[in-house]
Protein backbone atom coordinates (compact mmCIF):
# COMPACT_ATOMS: atom_id res chain seq x y z
CA UNK A 1 0.00 0.00 0.00
CA UNK A 2 0.91 3.54 -0.72
CA UNK A 3 -0.08 5.73 2.52
CA UNK A 4 0.34 9.46 2.14
CA UNK A 5 -0.63 11.21 5.37
CA UNK A 6 -0.53 14.76 5.71
CA UNK A 7 1.22 15.85 3.03
CA UNK A 8 2.12 19.40 2.18
CA UNK A 9 4.32 20.85 -0.18
CA UNK A 10 5.11 25.11 0.67
CA UNK A 11 7.14 26.88 -1.42
CA UNK A 12 8.47 30.22 0.16
CA UNK A 13 7.03 32.93 -2.36
CA UNK A 14 8.85 35.89 -1.15
CA UNK A 15 7.15 36.51 2.27
CA UNK A 16 4.56 34.57 1.44
CA UNK A 17 3.77 30.66 1.99
CA UNK A 18 2.21 28.89 -1.28
CA UNK A 19 0.56 25.64 -0.35
CA UNK A 20 1.08 23.58 -3.60
CA UNK A 21 -0.64 20.19 -1.62
CA UNK A 22 -2.26 20.80 1.62
CA UNK A 23 -2.54 18.34 3.78
CA UNK A 24 -3.31 15.25 1.67
CA UNK A 25 -3.78 12.12 2.89
CA UNK A 26 -4.31 9.46 0.78
CA UNK A 27 -4.36 5.32 0.50
CA UNK A 28 -3.57 3.66 -2.93
CA UNK A 29 -3.28 0.03 -3.06
CA UNK A 30 -0.58 -1.62 -5.40
CA UNK A 31 -1.48 -3.41 -7.96
CA UNK A 32 -4.37 -0.21 -8.85
CA UNK A 33 -4.27 1.70 -11.83
CA UNK A 34 -4.67 5.50 -10.56
CA UNK A 35 -5.45 8.85 -12.32
CA UNK A 36 -4.55 12.08 -10.97
CA UNK A 37 -6.72 14.52 -12.38
CA UNK A 38 -7.22 18.60 -12.20
CA UNK A 39 -7.01 22.09 -13.36
CA UNK A 40 -3.41 22.98 -14.46
CA UNK A 41 -1.39 24.06 -11.65
CA UNK A 42 -3.07 22.19 -9.24
CA UNK A 43 -0.52 20.20 -8.03
CA UNK A 44 -0.86 16.80 -9.70
CA UNK A 45 2.86 16.24 -10.97
CA UNK A 46 4.07 17.96 -7.44
CA UNK A 47 1.78 14.98 -5.76
CA UNK A 48 2.89 11.90 -7.89
CA UNK A 49 6.67 12.92 -7.98
CA UNK A 50 6.27 13.32 -3.98
CA UNK A 51 4.63 9.73 -4.06
CA UNK A 52 7.63 8.72 -6.53
CA UNK A 53 10.48 10.09 -4.51
CA UNK A 54 11.72 12.26 -6.98
CA UNK A 55 10.49 15.41 -4.57
CA UNK A 56 9.83 15.44 -0.60
CA UNK A 57 7.23 16.73 0.77
CA UNK A 58 7.58 19.96 3.23
CA UNK A 59 5.34 18.26 5.53
CA UNK A 60 3.73 14.43 6.30
CA UNK A 61 5.14 11.54 5.57
CA UNK A 62 4.94 8.86 2.51
CA UNK A 63 4.92 5.29 2.95
CA UNK A 64 5.32 2.66 0.58
CA UNK A 65 4.94 -0.81 2.11
CA UNK A 66 5.24 0.55 5.64
CA UNK A 67 8.89 2.36 4.62
CA UNK A 68 8.69 5.99 5.33
CA UNK A 69 10.28 7.39 1.73
CA UNK A 70 10.22 11.03 2.55
CA UNK A 71 12.81 10.10 5.76
CA UNK A 72 14.90 8.49 2.71
CA UNK A 73 18.82 10.56 2.58
CA UNK A 74 19.28 11.29 -1.29
CA UNK A 75 21.52 8.72 -1.93
CA UNK A 76 19.03 5.92 -0.35
CA UNK A 77 16.07 7.62 -2.39
CA UNK A 78 18.07 7.56 -5.35
CA UNK A 79 18.43 3.78 -5.17
CA UNK A 80 15.17 3.19 -3.87
CA UNK A 81 13.82 5.02 -7.28
CA UNK A 82 15.99 2.98 -9.47
CA UNK A 83 14.62 -0.70 -7.83
CA UNK A 84 10.72 -0.02 -7.40
CA UNK A 85 9.79 2.75 -10.08
CA UNK A 86 9.78 3.41 -12.97
CA UNK A 87 8.54 7.07 -14.55
CA UNK A 88 7.04 8.13 -17.90
CA UNK A 89 7.12 11.64 -19.13
CA UNK A 90 5.07 13.81 -22.09
CA UNK A 91 8.23 14.65 -23.12
CA UNK A 92 9.73 10.96 -23.35
CA UNK A 93 12.91 12.06 -21.88
CA UNK A 94 14.58 9.70 -24.44
CA UNK A 95 18.53 10.03 -25.07
CA UNK A 96 18.41 11.35 -28.63
CA UNK A 97 22.11 10.25 -29.89
CA UNK A 98 21.55 6.68 -28.45
CA UNK A 99 19.75 3.76 -29.86
CA UNK A 100 16.55 2.10 -28.06
CA UNK A 101 18.10 -0.60 -26.58
CA UNK A 102 20.95 1.65 -25.30
CA UNK A 103 17.66 4.12 -23.97
CA UNK A 104 16.44 1.42 -21.97
CA UNK A 105 19.62 -0.17 -21.02
CA UNK A 106 20.43 3.00 -19.09
CA UNK A 107 18.84 2.15 -15.85
CA UNK A 108 20.58 -0.91 -15.63
CA UNK A 109 24.18 1.39 -15.68
CA UNK A 110 24.70 1.18 -11.94
CA UNK A 111 22.77 -2.30 -11.17
CA UNK A 112 26.33 -4.17 -11.32
CA UNK A 113 25.02 -6.45 -13.70
CA UNK A 114 26.87 -7.75 -16.63
CA UNK A 115 26.72 -5.96 -20.25
CA UNK A 116 25.38 -9.35 -21.77
CA UNK A 117 23.19 -9.06 -19.00
CA UNK A 118 21.92 -5.71 -19.99
CA UNK A 119 21.14 -6.38 -23.09
CA UNK A 120 19.01 -9.57 -22.44
CA UNK A 121 17.07 -7.77 -19.71
CA UNK A 122 16.56 -4.39 -21.68
CA UNK A 123 15.69 -7.09 -24.99
CA UNK A 124 12.90 -8.68 -22.69
CA UNK A 125 11.68 -4.84 -21.79
CA UNK A 126 11.38 -3.77 -25.30
CA UNK A 127 9.52 -7.08 -26.25
CA UNK A 128 7.10 -6.12 -23.62
CA UNK A 129 5.83 -2.62 -25.58
CA UNK A 130 6.27 -4.56 -29.06
CA UNK A 131 9.37 -2.75 -29.79
CA UNK A 132 12.24 -5.84 -30.46
CA UNK A 133 11.96 -4.59 -34.41
CA UNK A 134 13.43 -0.87 -33.34
CA UNK A 135 16.16 -1.81 -31.62
CA UNK A 136 18.77 0.23 -33.26
CA UNK A 137 16.40 3.09 -34.26
CA UNK A 138 17.38 6.27 -32.82
CA UNK A 139 14.67 8.31 -31.46
CA UNK A 140 14.62 10.27 -34.14
CA UNK A 141 13.46 7.51 -36.70
CA UNK A 142 10.69 6.66 -34.46
CA UNK A 143 6.76 7.87 -34.20
CA UNK A 144 5.78 9.58 -31.20
CA UNK A 145 4.04 6.96 -30.19
CA UNK A 146 6.94 4.20 -30.46
CA UNK A 147 8.82 6.74 -28.42
CA UNK A 148 6.71 6.74 -25.56
CA UNK A 149 6.80 3.27 -26.11
CA UNK A 150 10.85 2.88 -25.67
CA UNK A 151 9.81 5.13 -22.42
CA UNK A 152 7.88 2.87 -21.35
CA UNK A 153 10.59 -0.05 -21.62
CA UNK A 154 12.70 1.73 -19.98
CA UNK A 155 11.00 1.88 -17.39
CA UNK A 156 9.87 -1.40 -17.27
CA UNK A 157 13.84 -2.52 -17.09
CA UNK A 158 14.16 -3.05 -13.68
CA UNK A 159 11.21 -4.68 -13.01
CA UNK A 160 9.93 -1.99 -10.70
CA UNK A 161 6.54 -2.44 -8.90
CA UNK A 162 5.21 1.02 -9.46
CA UNK A 163 4.93 2.71 -12.95
CA UNK A 164 4.71 6.86 -12.38
CA UNK A 165 3.39 8.93 -15.73
CA UNK A 166 2.91 11.93 -16.20
CA UNK A 167 0.82 13.31 -19.38
CA UNK A 168 2.33 10.23 -20.92
CA UNK A 169 -0.19 10.89 -24.06
CA UNK A 170 0.13 14.37 -24.02
CA UNK A 171 2.54 14.74 -27.44
CA UNK A 172 1.31 12.28 -28.72
CA UNK A 173 -1.62 12.35 -31.88
CA UNK A 174 -5.24 11.04 -30.49
CA UNK A 175 -4.23 7.14 -32.29
CA UNK A 176 -1.21 6.60 -30.50
CA UNK A 177 -2.28 8.06 -27.16
CA UNK A 178 -5.16 5.34 -27.10
CA UNK A 179 -2.70 2.13 -27.36
CA UNK A 180 -0.40 4.20 -25.24
CA UNK A 181 -3.22 3.75 -22.70
CA UNK A 182 -3.78 0.10 -23.96
CA UNK A 183 -0.44 -0.80 -23.26
CA UNK A 184 -0.65 0.58 -19.66
CA UNK A 185 -3.81 -0.70 -19.11
CA UNK A 186 -2.13 -4.18 -19.94
CA UNK A 187 0.76 -3.38 -17.74
CA UNK A 188 -1.70 -2.69 -14.80
CA UNK A 189 -3.58 -6.17 -15.76
CA UNK A 190 -0.09 -7.79 -15.96
CA UNK A 191 0.03 -6.82 -11.46
CA UNK A 192 2.09 -2.90 -12.22
CA UNK A 193 0.51 -0.29 -10.02
CA UNK A 194 0.00 2.79 -12.65
CA UNK A 195 -0.46 6.38 -10.97
CA UNK A 196 -0.82 8.61 -14.38
CA UNK A 197 -1.46 12.43 -14.28
CA UNK A 198 -3.83 13.66 -16.86
CA UNK A 199 -5.99 16.47 -18.37
CA UNK A 200 -7.86 14.00 -20.48
CA UNK A 201 -11.38 12.56 -18.83
CA UNK A 202 -11.69 9.80 -21.17
CA UNK A 203 -8.23 8.66 -20.43
CA UNK A 204 -8.80 8.22 -16.49
CA UNK A 205 -11.80 6.71 -17.25
CA UNK A 206 -9.37 3.78 -17.81
CA UNK A 207 -7.74 3.89 -14.14
CA UNK A 208 -9.77 2.05 -11.44
CA UNK A 209 -9.42 4.91 -9.54
CA UNK A 210 -9.92 8.67 -10.09
CA UNK A 211 -8.06 11.25 -7.67
CA UNK A 212 -9.59 14.84 -8.06
CA UNK A 213 -7.02 17.67 -6.97
CA UNK A 214 -7.89 21.57 -6.70
CA UNK A 215 -5.65 23.80 -5.34
CA UNK A 216 -3.61 21.74 -3.71
CA UNK A 217 -6.23 19.71 -2.06
CA UNK A 218 -8.21 16.41 -2.80
CA UNK A 219 -11.53 17.43 -3.84
CA UNK A 220 -12.86 13.82 -4.68
CA UNK A 221 -11.61 10.11 -4.77
CA UNK A 222 -13.83 8.26 -7.11
CA UNK A 223 -13.95 4.58 -8.44
CA UNK A 224 -14.33 3.19 -11.97
CA UNK A 225 -16.33 -0.11 -12.31
CA UNK A 226 -13.92 -1.40 -15.02
P1 LIG B 1 -0.06 20.55 -12.05
O1 LIG B 1 0.75 19.32 -12.26
O2 LIG B 1 -1.44 20.24 -11.49
O3 LIG B 1 -0.16 21.41 -13.25
P2 LIG B 1 2.11 21.30 -10.33
O4 LIG B 1 2.15 20.21 -9.33
O5 LIG B 1 3.10 21.29 -11.45
O6 LIG B 1 0.62 21.41 -10.91
O7 LIG B 1 2.24 22.68 -9.56
C1 LIG B 1 1.38 23.02 -8.46
C2 LIG B 1 1.61 24.45 -8.09
O8 LIG B 1 2.88 24.58 -7.47
C3 LIG B 1 1.60 25.40 -9.27
O9 LIG B 1 0.91 26.56 -8.87
C4 LIG B 1 3.05 25.67 -9.54
O10 LIG B 1 3.24 26.94 -10.11
C5 LIG B 1 3.65 25.57 -8.14
N1 LIG B 1 5.06 25.14 -8.16
C6 LIG B 1 5.54 23.99 -8.62
N2 LIG B 1 6.86 23.91 -8.47
C7 LIG B 1 7.23 25.07 -7.86
C8 LIG B 1 8.46 25.61 -7.44
N3 LIG B 1 9.61 24.94 -7.58
N4 LIG B 1 8.45 26.83 -6.85
C9 LIG B 1 7.29 27.50 -6.68
N5 LIG B 1 6.09 27.05 -7.07
C10 LIG B 1 6.06 25.85 -7.66
P1 LIG C 1 4.17 20.11 -16.02
O1 LIG C 1 4.18 20.27 -17.51
O2 LIG C 1 4.46 18.71 -15.55
O3 LIG C 1 2.94 20.69 -15.34
P2 LIG C 1 5.53 22.46 -15.20
O4 LIG C 1 5.78 23.18 -16.48
O5 LIG C 1 4.38 22.86 -14.33
O6 LIG C 1 5.45 20.92 -15.50
O7 LIG C 1 6.82 22.51 -14.29
C1 LIG C 1 8.09 22.17 -14.80
C2 LIG C 1 9.09 22.33 -13.68
O8 LIG C 1 9.09 23.68 -13.21
C3 LIG C 1 8.80 21.47 -12.47
O9 LIG C 1 10.00 20.90 -12.02
C4 LIG C 1 8.22 22.40 -11.43
O10 LIG C 1 8.60 22.01 -10.13
C5 LIG C 1 8.84 23.73 -11.81
N1 LIG C 1 7.87 24.81 -11.58
C6 LIG C 1 6.57 24.84 -11.90
N2 LIG C 1 6.01 25.99 -11.52
C7 LIG C 1 6.99 26.71 -10.92
C8 LIG C 1 7.04 28.00 -10.32
N3 LIG C 1 5.95 28.77 -10.19
N4 LIG C 1 8.22 28.42 -9.83
C9 LIG C 1 9.29 27.66 -9.92
N5 LIG C 1 9.31 26.44 -10.47
C10 LIG C 1 8.18 25.97 -10.98
Known amino acids: MIEL ?60 EGNDISQFKDKRMAKYRSQHTGFIFQNFNLEPTQSSLENVMMPLIFSGVSKSKRIEMAKRSLEMVGLLNKLNNKPTELSGGQRQRVAIARALVNNPKIIFADEPTGNLDSNSGTQIMELLKDLNNKGYTVIMVTHNVEQAKKANQVITIKDGKIEKVSKNEN
Request: aromatic residues 6%; neutral net charge.
Open 5 to 64: KHISKIYQMGKEEFYALNDIDLNINLGDFVAIVGPSGSGKSTLMHIMGGLDKPTKGNVLI
